[in-house]
Nanobody, 116 residues
Framework: QVQLVESGGGLVQAGGSLRLSCAAS????????MRWYRQAPGKQRELVAL???????NYADSVKGRFTISRDNAKNTVYLQMNALKPEDTAVYCC??????????WGQGTQVTVSS
């Protein structure tokens, strides 16, 4: 049974920083992409950032220059460093892991709230 366990969410003031972590545990195949999504109340879920097995990254325009995605392959863990947070970054953040055998796993989500 594969589980994704997220941590690092919370309440922060605008301009502050948070670091999210998502660790995959269990019998998991080799991981390809690792991604972070977010969903704010009343809005569609959006892809925030992704990192490939080769380390290539891609970001939503709204977070470029402020967020950084990274991964530790030895720990099957993906991180999202979020700096210069804005109230519009408030959302539930979920991680997603896609393996080379095309299995697809999602975390349970962690709340990020940015106060103005």
């Amino acid at each position: 049974q594969v589980q994704l366990v997220e941590s690092g969410g919370g309440l922060v003031q605008a301009g502050g920083s948070l670091r999210l972590s998502c660790a995959a545990s269990g019998s998991i195949d080799r991981i390809n992409d690792m991604r972070w999504y977010r969903q704010a109340p009343g809005k569609q879920r959006e892809l925030v950032a992704l990192i490939t097995s080769g380390g290539s990254t891609n970001y939503a325009d709204s977070v470029k220059g402020r967020f950084t995605i990274s991964r530790d392959n030895a720990k099957n863990t993906v991180y999202l460093q979020m700096n210069a947070l804005k109230p519009e970054d408030t959302a539930v953040y979920c991680c997603r892991v896609i393996t080379t055998t095309r299995y697809d796993y999602w975390g349970q989500g962690t709340q990020v709230t940015v106060s103005s």
